[in-house]
């Protein structure tokens, strides 16, 4: 797949897993250790708008924060989700910019980068979702595989960053499959339950 069709991908998975959600859902805990699952869905929503805004060139808002998301997305996360999906979609491909743009950690990155970042992001958030809720992710190979290759570049680099935990160290155990080794990877315990 292409870094496009990745993001596209990625971004169906997420709406599958986001539409089992339910009210009783949101004090549930993720697999990462301080968040819920509405502050989750909040960051879902903020990282697809956060994206779009970088991909076309313009300046974020103060609210579109990934590390303390504001609450954009958990009173209707399937439709917010929606829209802030199809808007990142629509921005990475018809985007104007001449290879790079700004990435999240405030650093201009390559366009194809950014795509991959987004779409890492996005499938990390999916399992971490899945697995709060008790649900399928529906993340395959395909998906997986590409991203973990990304990652292995990637996050060593963010890992760098000292001004707030980003990533945790990678765990072990993680699997033979792509999506828990790219889990493990980013910190994740692929083996955690709520």
Known sequence: MDPLELLDTAQDKAMVVIGSVGGDDHDKPCPCEGWDVAMLLDKMVTSAALFAVLCRGEQPSPDLNLLFPTEIGRHDAS????????????????????????????????????????AMDCTLNTWDLAAAIGQEHGIDEALAAPLLEFAHGF????????????????????????????????????????
Do not use: I
């Open 79 to 118: 439709a917010a989700f929606s829209t802030a999906a199809a808007d990142c979609l629509d921005s990475f491909r018809n985007s104007r910019l001449e290879g790079e743009m700004m990435g999240p950690l405030g650093v201009m990155v390559p366009r194809r980068a950014g795509l991959m970042v987004r």
């Open 155 to 194: 996050l060593p680099k963010v890992r760098q960053k000292t001004d707030h935990v980003r990533f945790g160290e990678p765990t072990a155990g993680s699997g033979d499959d792509a999506l828990s080794q790219l889990v493990a990877l980013s910190g994740r315990d692929p083996s955690w339950t709520p």
